[in-house]
């Protein structure tokens, strides 16, 4: 599947942004999709994640009651909800799918979107 990720900019400390992900095609129940995101000289590290036949979510504890992740199956489409933004979140955010199941670590996902780059600006 081919993902189209959007939304990202340039926003101050304690702003919020929405990013988008779309799909080409339906995405499997079974599946679980999430966004990562990657900062120059880091390794790309785990977001969020939503299995997407149950809708159930997952933090990274970064982010934990600052982000929520979502997803609509009617559209095929998935989003991520950052308010209370800082500094520390800039960085490319990707979106990726993984037929396996739940991971915490990029080489799971085998479909990636394009990153959409967030500043955060203090």
């Known amino acids: 599947v081919q993902l189209q990720a959007s939304g990202g900019g340039l926003v101050q400390a304690g702003g919020s942004l929405r990013l988008s992900c779309a799909a080409s095609?339906?995405?499997?129940?079974?599946?679980?999709v999430a966004w990562f995101r990657q900062s120059p000289g880091k390794e790309r590290e785990f977001v969020a994640a939503?299995?997407?036949?149950?809708?159930?979510?997952y933090y990274a504890d970064s982010v934990k009651g600052r982000f929520t992740i979502s997803r609509n199956t009617a559209n095929n489409a998935m989003y991520l909800q950052m308010n209370s933004l800082k500094p520390d979140d800039t960085a490319d955010y990707y979106c990726?799918?993984?037929?396996?199941?739940?991971?915490?670590?990029?080489?799971?996902?085998?479909?990636w979107g394009q990153g959409t780059l967030v500043t955060v600006s203090s």
């Open positions: 095609r339906r995405i499997f129940s079974s599946h679980v």
């Open positions: 990726a799918t993984a037929p396996t199941g739940l991971s915490y670590t990029a080489t799971a996902y085998r479909d």
């Open positions: 939503v299995r997407w036949g149950s809708g159930i979510t």
